[in-house]
């Protein structure tokens, strides 16, 4: 692939046997959320910075990921108050939908997106076409460039995980990025996942009008989160007509006509189901296919992407990586923290670390939301350490009971020493904007004490959080006992 350098930045190559080769202070290999940050940072720190991107150009939140799923699921929200209005006195009738209408709003709204981005892009001297590495300083862009730096950052992001159910690819499915350029809503629609892209896809379809079921491996949605979160969920979706198939071994997929079955095997018995369509969203892995990593000294697993220490670095200390192809938290707010802090590293040659406590932090855009931040109770569990637990349901919280979205509840850990809060779950309306006030008061290591002493408006949402504070700070000063309680 021939690469096209961007017109603006462009220096004087020196041209070696037909090949252009430039050099720069550093150079980001992929241009999305965590190579930008990088670029950007790198750039305001006074180096020449190159960036290298084989398009399109916007990377995976813009272009395939968070924003075009969040536009399309503010369609389907909308679509199930539409059906909960008469609870509210509003009569309205079963709602239809304009797949079109949705599509292209959602095309027009990346579109603003991505032109903004790519003009972005566009302002460094930009390399478009696969990048390859020739050794640990030496950057090969399409046939006819070589970038020579001392110093790289790697952000290439991930790619669909290859399909591992026999059948499937011969009888044909749809996987995220297609999920999201339907052109229509089909009939009925099998998920394979449970993790939030099939949760949050899943329930948009059904919203639609999809007869949608999910097959899952583990008993409840998202099996990573405490399964006081992931079993309440799932017993949301069931209770608006998503049947959630649990603990189902996946055996093969056939077709028959235009219906594909999916074959599987779910407490010892052989089951079969059928469908118009199957979603299959069983996760992405890093994308380091064809880089040429081993010439460069980084080493990288195809599963678990390229090792990074601490400050970024990866097995070659002058080469970084960040964002998703390091195979952890594949979320944008940690892309974007890690390229900011890797080009602090390559730029200033210095030893920042990257700190996860508050950073994994993340939130599922499914109705009701998950957002947790800090431990979970397995995490906590696991690592030994003593903590206690207080929750609140949305549905005993006037704000919820008066705005008609009462599903879920608040859940808060502290440390029983002093208090401290260790984490917090919301699964409910908002979750993902209530999570902040959380985040803040972990930022500044805030206790229960701390916490029940800052003021809460009402009525609003966020003064649920101050049930579990209340109650924690009790606990902890020994007024009460504990509900619950690790260590
Ligand atoms: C459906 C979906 C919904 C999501 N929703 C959310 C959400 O709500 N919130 C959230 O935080 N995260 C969400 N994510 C995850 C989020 O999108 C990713 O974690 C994030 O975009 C990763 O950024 P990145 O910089 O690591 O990689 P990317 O943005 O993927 O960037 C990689 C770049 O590298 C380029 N590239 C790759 N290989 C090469 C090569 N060999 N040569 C040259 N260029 C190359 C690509 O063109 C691309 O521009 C979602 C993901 C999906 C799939």
């Given at each position: 692939m021939a690469s096209k350098a961007s017109r603006h930045y462009r220096s004087c190559p020196r041209v070696v046997k037909g090949v252009k080769r430039f050099t720069y202070d550093l150079i980001v290999v992929g241009a999305g959320s965590g190579g930008y940050a990088a670029a950007r940072t790198a750039r305001e720190l006074g180096a020449r910075v190159a960036v290298v991107d084989h398009g399109p150009l916007g990377g995976l939140c813009i272009l395939r990921g968070c924003m075009p799923s969040k536009t399309l699921l503010a369609s389907s929200d909308l679509a199930h108050d539409v059906r909960e209005a008469g609870e509210l006195g509003i009569r309205l009738g079963p709602p239809s939908f304009d797949v079109t209408h949705i599509k292209s709003r959602k095309n027009r709204i990346i579109g603003g997106f991505a032109d903004d981005r790519a003009e972005q892009i566009r302002s460094f001297p930009l390399y478009e076409g696969l990048a390859q590495f020739q050794s640990p300083t030496e950057l090969q862009v399409g046939d006819d460039v070589l970038l020579e730096s001392h110093r790289f950052i790697i952000a290439t992001g991930s790619v669909i995980a290859p399909p591992v159910v026999p059948g499937l690819p011969e009888a044909g499915y749809i996987d995220s990025d297609q999920a999201l350029e339907i052109e229509r809503v089909p009939r009925s629609l099998i998920v394979l996942g449970g993790g939030y892209v099939a949760s949050e896809l899943g329930q948009f379809f059904a919203r639609l009008g999809a007869q949608t079921t999910f097959l899952i491996r583990g008993r409840q949605l998202l099996t990573g989160e405490d399964s006081d979160v992931g079993d309440a969920l799932t017993g949301y979706f069931r209770a608006e007509g998503i049947p959630i198939e649990t603990g189902a071994q996946l055996q093969r997929v056939t077709g028959e006509g235009d219906r594909k079955i999916v074959h599987y095997v779910q407490t010892g018995q052989s089951k079969e189901i059928a469908a118009d369509?199957?979603?299959?969203?069983l996760g992405r892995i890093p994308n380091?296919?064809?880089?040429?990593l081993e010439r460069a000294g980084v080493q990288a697993h195809p599963m678990t992407g390229i090792q990074v220490g601490i400050d970024l670095r990866t097995s070659n200390p002058n080469i970084f990586a960040v964002g998703d192809v390091t195979g952890r938290y594949p979320l944008v707010h940690v892309a974007i923290y890690q390229g900011e802090i890797a080009a602090r590293n390559a730029v200033r040659t210095e030893y920042e670390r990257a700190d996860y406590r508050l950073t994994k932090a993340r939130t599922i855009f499914t109705d009701p939301q998950v957002a947790i931040v800090g431990d979970t109770e397995k995490e906590l569990e696991r690592s030994g350490t003593p903590y206690r637990v207080a929750s609140y349901p949305f549905n005993d919280h006037g704000k919820a009971i008066s705005i008609n979205k009462t599903k879920g509840f608040v859940k808060m850990m502290a440390a029983p020493a002093d208090g401290r809060i260790l984490g917090a779950a919301v699964l409910g309306p908002e979750g993902s904007d209530l999570i902040h006030e959380m985040i803040v008061a972990m930022h500044f290591n805030a206790t229960v004490f701390d916490f029940v002493k800052i003021p809460h408006l009402h009525p609003t949402l966020a003064e649920i959080w101050t049930y579990p504070a209340e109650e924690l700070a009790a606990i902890v000063s020994g007024a009460r006992e504990p509900i619950s309680a690790a260590g």
């Open positions: 369509e199957i979603l299959y969203a380091i296919a064809g880089l040429g």
